[in-house]
């Protein structure tokens, strides 16, 4: 039997790597710590990566808006490998296996269309764990693209019901929302309405994410008569990105991605989610 430790280094056990797909030219953290209280590096890459799928599709689907922005759950990018959980990408080559051991569910890709106010309520969804004194890191705290804000923890945290189908307190961490794909970037606006690229995870209202769903006055989720989420995506419709008739997951995105890069994979140097000190305060 292998031992976990050795998993710290990339692909050092004996799995089937698969083919290599680009150079990272640095270490990436994502480590649970990071990865899920943070902005993180690999983060930016897959939100990257899933914008720009999206941006493309658009281009060449008349029926299909341009993403404004991107945006993924924490919990979706792994630490968990065959061999063990690593903490950090090494700087070196990135195989097929590490793309799979990284984004490993079946979430596809889809485009939603929801206010400025449903995109504020998201965030204040992500980072209502944080300086919370809970040592349990939440799998909901966002990576994005296209979007930059800032996070203030001294300030009300958004609360959700007992079970989780209406939001109680809207929060008021969130501040400067700023769209950085507008030239020039332009400040958030709660009344107007913005393609969002995400996954089908998160546009299924999964992870307390209610503003991705149907609700009435009270902010309470609506339900079918079935008691299913309504969401405010159509899974059957022009929302879902698909190639000859299959949906595209969040990993297929990041693999070609990562292959039509013509050069080393470096971190990205301006900030796109800035936290006050209050929010290091567990």
């Known amino acids: 039997m292998l031992n976990a430790m050795y998993c710290v280094e990339f692909n050092t056990c004996e799995q ?3 083919s290599a ?11 649970f710590n990071n990865i899920r209280t943070k902005e993180n590096q690999i983060g930016n890459l897959v939100s990257d990566a899933i914008f720009e799928a999206s941006k493309n599709y658009c281009e060449e689907n008349e029926n299909f808006s341009c993403p404004e922005l991107a945006i993924i759950n924490a919990g979706s990018i792994r630490q968990e490998t065959p061999c063990g959980t690593r903490q950090s990408l090494p700087k070196g080559e990135i195989y097929q296996s590490d793309v799979i051991d990284l984004l490993p569910f079946s979430n596809y890709l ?14 204040e969804r992500a980072v209502s764990n944080l300086a919370s004194g809970n040592k349990i890191h939440s799998p909901y705290f966002l990576q994005v693209s296209g979007i930059s804000f800032f996070v203030d923890c001294k300030e009300d945290a958004q609360t959700l019901s007992t079970g989780g189908m209406q939001i109680i307190k809207r ?7 700023i769209i950085t794909t507008t030239n020039p970037p332009s400040p ?4 107007k309405y913005y393609e969002v690229a995400t996954t089908s ?8 994410f209610l503003a991705f769903l149907q609700r009435d006055k009270q902010n309470r989720a609506i339900t079918s008569k079935k008691g299913i989420f309504l969401a405010k995506y159509n899974p059957t419709s022009d929302n879902v990105l698909d190639e000859n008739e299959q949906t595209i997951t ?13 050069e080393p994979i470096v971190k990205q140097k301006t900030p796109r989610i800035s936290l006050d000190k209050s929010c290091f305060n567990n």
């Not at 797909?21 to 480590?31: T, V």
């Not at 929801?114 to 998201?122: H, N, V």
């Not at 958030?188 to 009344?191: A, D, F, W």
């Open 16 to 18: 089937e790597t698969g």
């Open 21 to 31: 797909l680009a150079y990272l030219n640095e270490e990436f953290d994502i480590s």
């Open 110 to 123: 889809v485009e939603v269309k929801i206010s400025g106010e449903d995109i504020l309520l998201a965030l």
């Open 171 to 177: 929060g008021n961490r969130i501040k400067n929302v």
């Open 188 to 191: 958030l606006i709660k009344k």
């Open 201 to 208: 995870y998160l546009a299924q209202g999964n992870d307390g």
């Open 250 to 262: 969040y990993a297929q995105t990041f693999s070609s991605w990562l292959k039509n890069k013509n």
